[in-house]
């Protein structure tokens, strides 16, 4: 069974990590605001077509948002997303742990 209120809450916390507002959002997928928030409450179901629009916002596959499960690719990037936003010391430092825990 497909949980309408998890997948609301996955394209809420998307939307947060891109750093875009409800009203933002909603007009990036051409919908109202209310009715985006009702979908991020759960009380509404997107449409398939509305669905696939919101992955290519948030820069997401379909199973991600659905089920909630990541690529490899999807980690990475948020990883290295995280990782170039800090200052270089700190950069220097991840780097030198996963070099040790590679070997």
């Known amino acids: 069974m497909i949980n309408f209120k998890m997948i609301g809450q996955r394209i809420k916390e998307g939307r947060k990590e891109k750093g875009f507002t409800q009203e933002t959002f909603s007009e990036m997928i051409d919908i109202s605001t209310e009715h985006l928030s009702r979908i991020e409450n759960g009380a509404y179901r997107p449409s398939l077509s509305l ?31 995280k990782i170039a936003c800090l200052p270089s010391k700190k950069q220097q430092a991840i780097e030198n742990i996963i070099d040790l825990i590679s070997e």
């Not at 669905?51 to 499960?69: N, P």
């Open 51 to 81: 669905i696939e629009k919101i992955c290519s916002v948030l820069e997401t596959t379909e199973e991600s948002l659905m089920f909630g499960t990541k690529s490899e690719a999807e980690t990475a990037a948020k990883l290295a997303n």
